[in-house]
Each structure stands twice: as structure tokens, then as C-alpha cells.
């Protein structure tokens, strides 16, 4: 995902079909990744994940 910045973050689907950010990735990746963060800007403190709900019926 490429926010507005340039800076990409990267995920992958674990076991669970969830989506947890891949540090490693984020940090190195690209050139512009490397260059945002040595200015000191923020970066994850850990791997977010994001889980899947199951749908529910709005019935």
C-alpha cells in the first residue's frame, strides 16, 4: 500500500487469512522507505494485524 507520502507498506496473510504488516519490508524496501524514516519519522512500533470478520446477514 502507497500512502500519499510515497512511502509503501507492505503486509502478508498469515495462517488466520489475517493481514500483518511486514516490518522488515517497510523498513528497507524501497529507497524513499529508508530515506523517511532516517529522517525521523515515526515507524511501527509493532506488526499491526488486521483480522477478518465474519460476515453477518442484515437480516
Not at 493481514?19 to 506488526?47: C, E
Request: net charge positive.
Amino acid at each position: 500500500m502507497h500512502r500519499g507520502n510515497g512511502v509503501a507498506f507492505f503486509y502478508h496473510i498469515d495462517q488466520a487469512q489475517s493481514l500483518v504488516m511486514d516490518l522488515a519490508k517497510i523498513s528497507n524496501q524501497t529507497k524513499r522507505n529508508r530515506q523517511y524514516f532516517a529522517q525521523g519519522n515515526a515507524f511501527p512500533q509493532h506488526a499491526y494485524r488486521l483480522v477478518k470478520e465474519p460476515v453477518r446477514s442484515s437480516l
